[in-house]
């Protein structure tokens, strides 16, 4: 059985607010519209007459609820994101490294380094919104802060923690071997999502990851 998207998730929670919340059925329509406008435009990108015209309501209707396009984001699309896909995006971070610790750091690497690729191009487009946008929100960067980097981050330190008392990793900071693994799981992603889309598919994701892990684990100086 196929996983569920990001927006089957997205959309199932603005269904479930129906029994939950003051929200007006043209509230949900127009939360509904902007989840799949913003996903597929981008924020700034569309404009609140077409979230009008997809929401099937006038594009006054918009504004007697929210201010301007930026409150439909901030007031209700990015909580509900944020709700859904703090728990959607660490449940599999949280399962890797849940897994029995005498695995290797490269296997536990490795796997978390395919799946974040993979959990990419399942939701391209909504994660798009969220890392988009949150370089021009503090509200949304605080928000991801808050709940998927500080517990995807804490479930790490315990990882490389364990690994270096038993003398796997060196004795170096956690905190500076987590920034460690982690940029070099954003150089992926962004060389692979936006830099050199295409010269990055000349090679398999494994190849791409396994020099990757190489340069990461034994570094790029040479050893003669």
């Given at each position: 059985m196929n996983k569920p998207s990001l927006e089957e998730g997205l959309l199932q929670y603005v269904e479930e607010l129906k029994g939950e919340s003051e929200m007006t059925e043209k509230q949900r329509s127009i939360l509904r519209a902007a989840i799949?406008?913003?996903?597929?435009?981008?924020f700034?990108?569309?404009?609140t007459a077409e979230i009008a015209k997809a929401a099937g309501v006038a594009e006054g209707t918009i504004f007697r609820h929210y201010r301007s396009k930026k409150d439909i984001l901030l007031a209700v699309v990015a909580p509900v994101l944020v709700k859904v896909a703090a728990p959607f995006i660490l449940k599999d971070?949280?399962?890797?490294?849940e897994k029995?610790?005498?695995?290797p750091v490269a296997e536990i690497?490795?796997?978390?380094?395919?799946?974040?690729?993979e959990l990419i191009d399942a939701n391209e487009k909504h994660i798009r919104i969220l890392l988009q946008e949150a370089f021009f929100h503090p509200e949304i960067r605080e928000a991801l802060i808050s709940t998927v980097f500080r517990e995807a981050k804490?479930?790490?330190?315990?990882?490389i923690e364990a690994k270096?008392?038993?003398g796997e990793l060196r004795p170096l900071p956690s905190e500076a071997v987590f920034r460690m693994v982690l940029s070099t799981m954003?150089?992926?992603?962004?060389?692979?999502?936006?830099?050199?889309p295409e010269e990055f598919r000349q090679h398999s994701d494994d190849e791409q990851i396994e020099l990757a892990l190489d340069m990461l684990l034994n570094g790029i100086g040479s050893k003669e």
């Open positions: 799949q406008l913003f996903a597929e435009k981008g700034h990108a569309s404009s971070i949280r399962h890797i490294f029995e610790a005498q695995r690497v490795r796997e978390l380094y395919h799946n974040r690729l804490g479930m790490a330190q315990k990882v270096i008392e038993s954003l150089g992926l992603v962004l060389f692979r999502q936006v830099l050199e």
